[in-house]
């Protein structure tokens, strides 16, 4: 059973990816000149590519807020089996697709990242019922 210290440091690695999505998320430093004639499969590709970043943007910011808002205070009453695992392995995943921020590894690391916070998501939610019901339908509510 964890105690409110591995939740913290489970949130630190998650607040250290959502840092890094961020930057990887951010327009490069030195522009690329535009092709003369982009191909439109490649322009959906990029907006995919860009709106599935911004989703998981948005939950990583979504979870480290549930985290240490409503879910901290529950854990100082009651302990959950939290491990800083899922979320180690989050950030070193997004620390990847910050160094190849295009082209199939990129994607494929978006993909692996998506899949991960997934887990730690579905894994907290299905940790919840350790709590009582009138506190933890709210965490749960707000992780879905």
């Known amino acids: 059973m964890a105690d409110p210290a591995t939740l913290l440091v489970s949130i630190r690695h998650q607040a250290g990816a959502l840092h890094t999505l961020?930057?990887?998320?951010a327009p490069p430093s030195s522009p690329q000149p535009p092709a003369a004639f982009p191909h439109p499969n490649l322009q959906c590709w990029q907006t995919a590519l860009h709106s599935k970043m911004s989703q998981l943007l948005e939950a990583t910011s979504q979870l480290v807020q549930v985290e240490q808002t409503p879910l901290l205070p529950l854990l100082q009453k009651h302990p959950l089996p939290l491990?800083?695992?899922?979320?180690?392995?989050?950030r070193n995943i997004c620390s990847h697709m910050a160094f190849q921020r295009e082209g199939q590894q990129f994607?494929?690391?978006l993909h692996e990242a998506h899949?991960?916070?997934k887990t730690i998501i579905e894994k907290l939610i299905c940790s919840?019922?350790?709590?009582p019901s009138d506190s933890y339908i709210p965490v749960r509510?707000?992780?879905r």
């Open 22 to 25: 961020r930057d990887a998320a």
């Open 83 to 90: 491990h800083p695992k899922d979320s180690i392995q989050f």
């Open 107 to 109: 994607e494929r690391h």
């Open 115 to 117: 899949q991960c916070l």
């Open 128 to 131: 919840l019922p350790v709590f």
């Open 141 to 143: 509510s707000a992780l």
